[in-house]
């Protein structure tokens, strides 16, 4: 089925990873960590042959209490979309606030 996106009709994807998570600062409740993956991979698309894929990350953490954090961070990925490798930048904000 063709698309105005990525969408082969025949692939496969296996990857894996590691994630460190340090604590920097802890006073109490409130405690601020820094957190690290890298990912590794392999893919496959009929037609196109095999490529390996990867990714970094990097994120910090600030929990004001035990309900409520604030993480952000930025990585770097590589995939493969008909052969052809492509890298992309990314940056996040999250908020978790339970209740």
Not at 23 to 32: D, L, T
Not at 61 to 76: H, K, M, S, V
Not at 78 to 99: C, I, L, Q, T
Request: proline share 3%.
């Amino acid at each position: 089925m063709d698309g105005p996106y990525f969408n082969p009709d025949s692939d496969l994807g296996i990857t894996g990873g590691v994630e460190h998570l340090w604590r920097i600062y802890r006073h109490y409740e409130r405690s601020f960590h820094q957190r690290v993956r890298v990912s590794g991979g392999y893919y496959k698309q009929q037609g196109y042959g095999s490529s390996y894929t990867m990714g970094i990350e990097c994120a910090f953490i600030i929990e004001l209490d035990n309900r409520f954090n604030i993480t952000y961070g930025a990585g770097r990925d590589r995939n493969v979309y008909d052969g052809k490798p492509e890298r992309s930048n990314h940056a996040f904000v999250s908020m978790n606030w339970r209740f």
